[in-house]
């Protein structure tokens, strides 16, 4: 067929391909069902994403999956050097809803939005999207959508009930103005009449962190909140309470506007109208409305209390993951007071974007061992960031013994007073056996005293997860004896992320290690794995073979270790009679050139994987000979899943400065 002929068949089919698109819902479904399959595939990468949505179903029971159409929006909407990393129909797609739902929500804009708006900005979009969503973002700056909720948008509400898990709230808001009921009203029904039951609080306000709280999991009444929500119960709501059907007497922001629907039988189809209230009567303290959450379900709820228990109250949440960002003095004040009765609260992240003070974290730690005390606490993970000092992470781990995984980060206070001797929250379990399974500690010192380290590794010896980054010791010392210490005390040990840490001397601790081990995924990114070896060559041929005796290992991350052209070592894994059965190997950022990787991947071929490997060479400088590297590309394609993208050499050369 010549080039004309060939051009002029894409064409037409592109033409059709849109007309289908455009004309969809006068088709049919069973018209795009009865065409060939090679014509649907085809077809999908024209469809709008409610037209993908719906034909779903159908598509897969003819044995058709839609992964190429949401992974053409993906395309569409990412970087052209963003590596999408997503293998299912169902990840692509959830990926795809999980992005777009806010953005239209709030009506924010992209590229890929403006050129799609008509297709996006419906209804019929939000509420397909929205069975895929799970978090949702609260922006109390933009009221006009949530505002929609209570009204033409109530059905998606309604959806939301009941997809939500999480919520998050990126901004403050006043308790004391009116427009913020509209905001409480939807955190009410997400939290207390949804299934949301974790939530991550961006702000900086303790009051509205009592709020979030109040009445979800904790006994503890915040008195400043408690006289504001008993000072804000007007008569208005009231009257609304206790069944006022038509609004009369309503405070003038919480009136119902009657329908103009003559076959309008009363309650059930009208909606609660906020009226403006002037900014003199409002500062005054004299406008009646409420921030409690029973009244305002009440008052704003269509069909007055039908989204709750009829005429009864509404029910309460529980919040049993709770996430604080920007956590302050003022807020941990709220916090430890809500912590010893927190009896749901199953997971716990406090973030501070300043290093906390010693104070502020033996006052948790106080509040958590009431908490543990109680013997009700169902609180099984901290993560707590950013500790002033490496001491505390074990208070914290005395004051709560039955934590399960703990993630802390830490940072040497560089000025103030030094550093005090913390006492033991509980001096008689210094000793005891710790249930922890998954600990991260991630440490931004000039110098560390392994010790801490290593007696808390003593401790865990359930320990199925470690993760340990930026661990810099003094000079002469060597990270030998952490490997000794799990080799020894942690023998559950499935997961090993070791991160920007010297390596270079421990290669006899670490095939000591992998000898017999349960190990499944290590990690040695930013370790100076060859640094000081005089024979670069022999000593990764070393690690590659205690690495082929672990068969449990599935995934293997070398990143940022200046593997260069010793890449080709490690095409040996798979090689005689007792191939590694890594799935997945990163060898990202490690300066591997087209030459280096052509040599790696011939050495790859007469040492076939024996199952299909994902592998990861973002970062690396292909540029240097684009035609070696698309060929070396091209020869692992039929084995391996690439990660790749577009890099510039002129970036790798601060990548390669970074990391010498």
Request: proline residues 6%.
């Amino acid at each position: 067929m010549r080039n004309s002929e060939r051009s002029k068949e894409t064409t037409l089919k592109e033409i059709c391909s849109q007309a289908v698109r455009k004309h969809l819902a006068a088709l049919g479904t069973e018209a795009v069902l009865g065409l060939p399959v090679p014509l649907i595939k085809d077809l999908l990468s024209h469809l709008t994403i409610c037209q993908l949505d719906k034909l779903q179903p159908a598509l897969n029971q003819r044995g058709i999956s839609t992964y190429s159409g949401w992974i053409g929006v993906l395309r569409d909407m990412s970087d052209p050097n963003h590596t999408i990393d997503l293998r299912t129909e169902e990840e692509a797609k959830r990926e795809v809803m999980r992005t777009l739902f806010p953005l239209v929500f709030y009506g924010f804009s992209n590229q890929y939005i403006r050129r799609n708006i008509a297709n996006l900005n419906t209804p019929s979009f939000l509420q397909a999207a929205a069975k895929y969503v799970q978090h949702f973002l609260l922006i109390p700056s933009s009221p006009r959508p949530l505002e929609a909720l209570i009204a033409e948008q109530w059905p998606l509400l309604s959806l939301l009930e009941k997809h939500i898990s999480s919520i998050g709230v990126t901004q403050s808001f006043n308790l004391s103005q009116r427009k913020t009921q509209i905001v409480l009203y939807v955190l009410h029904r997400l939290l207390d009449h949804g299934r949301a039951r974790k939530l991550v609080v961006n702000v900086q306000c303790p009051i509205v962190l009592a709020w979030l709280l109040h009445g979800r999991g904790s006994q503890y009444v915040d008195l400043m909140l408690k006289n504001l929500i008993h000072s804000r119960k007007g008569g208005g709501i009231s009257q609304v309470a206790s069944g006022s059907a038509d609004g009369a007497g309503l405070s003038p922001g919480l009136q119902t506007a009657a329908s103009d629907d003559p076959d309008d039988e009363g309650t059930p189809s009208k909606r609660p109208k906020l009226d403006s209230v002037s900014p003199e009567l409002e500062e005054s303290g004299k406008a009646s409305f409420t921030v409690d959450p029973q009244f305002l379900c009440r008052a704003l709820t269509p069909c007055h209390g039908a989204g709750g228990d009829g005429a009864g109250s509404c029910p309460w949440g529980q919040i049993d993951c709770l996430e604080i960002r920007q956590c302050g003095s003022d807020a941990l004040r709220v916090l430890n007071f809500a912590l010893p009765t927190f009896f749901c609260l199953r997971s716990l992240t406090l973030h501070s974007t300043s290093t906390f003070r010693d104070s502020d974290v033996l006052d948790l730690a106080q509040a958590l061992k009431k908490l543990s005390d109680s013997s009700r606490s169902s609180l099984t993970s901290l993560s707590i960031s950013v500790l002033p000092n490496a001491k505390l992470m074990e208070v914290l781990l005395d004051a709560i013994p039955a934590l399960m995984s703990v993630h802390v980060e830490i940072q040497t206070v560089m000025w103030g007073p030094p550093l005090q001797n913390h006492p033991r929250v509980a001096e008689s379990d210094v000793a005891a056996d710790l249930p922890l399974e998954k600990l991260t500690v991630k440490i931004a010192e000039l110098q560390t005293d392994l010790r801490f380290m290593t007696s808390v590794l003593r401790r865990c010896p359930h320990l199925i997860s470690l993760h340990v980054a930026g661990l810099r010791l003094p000079t002469g010392s060597s990270q030998g004896q952490l490997l000794r210490t799990l080799s020894e005390s942690n023998p559950c040990l499935r997961t090993l992320h070791l991160d920007d840490m010297k390596l270079s001397d421990c290669l006899p601790e670490i095939q000591n290690l992998l000898k017999d081990c349960k190990l499944e995924e290590v990690q040695f990114n930013d370790c100076r794995l060859l640094e000081k070896c005089s024979d670069k060559e022999e000593s990764l041929q070393r690690l590659v073979a205690a690495l082929k005796t672990v068969p449990s290992l599935h995934t293997l991350s070398l990143a940022q270790n200046r593997l260069a052209k010793n890449v080709c070592v490690l095409a040996d894994l798979f090689s005689g009679s007792s191939p590694s059965s890594v799935k997945w190997l990163n060898i990202s950022s490690n300066f591997i050139q087209p030459a280096e990787l052509l040599r790696f991947t011939n050495r790859l071929r007469t040492h076939h994987p024996p199952h299909q490997l994902t592998l990861d060479l973002r970062r690396n400088p292909g540029d240097r000979d684009p035609d070696t590297w698309t060929a070396a590309l091209k020869s692992l394609r039929p084995f391996c899943v690439l990660l790749v993208e577009r890099w510039k050499s002129t970036d790798m050369l601060l990548d390669h400065v970074s990391n010498m």
